[in-house]
């Protein structure tokens, strides 16, 4: 069962977001989209509501977030039906790093982020 674009959400405006941070997909139809992180939490996922929406079956209405707290940037995911990987593993929730790649489904995105 999917949870909602706001699950787990920390409240907005704790902290302030770095400038500079862009998703990136890697492959299949949307290859070469590159949306940029200017907030704490940015849902992904084929659902209307998703801040980074992508028409892709394999992933769910909303699949993960991309946040970012007083720990750094991270990704988490949103109670999706295929889980999310981090550079292969399957993670709830992990903290990322310039380059990580994140796969939700067949959609395979990295992340930019800014030192």
Known sequence: ????????????????VPTGATVLVVNGFYEG?????????LVIGRGRSADMVIAEATISRSHAAIGFDADGFFVQDLGSTNGTTVNGAREHRQLLKS?????????????????
């Open 33 to 41: 989209l590159e949306v940029v992180i200017d907030r704490d939490w």
């Open 1 to 16: 069962m999917e949870q909602s674009a706001n699950a787990e959400h920390p409240p907005r405006g704790a902290v302030d």
């Open 99 to 115: 380059g990580d790649e994140i796969q939700m489904g067949r959609l395979i995105v990295t992340v930019a982020l800014p030192t």
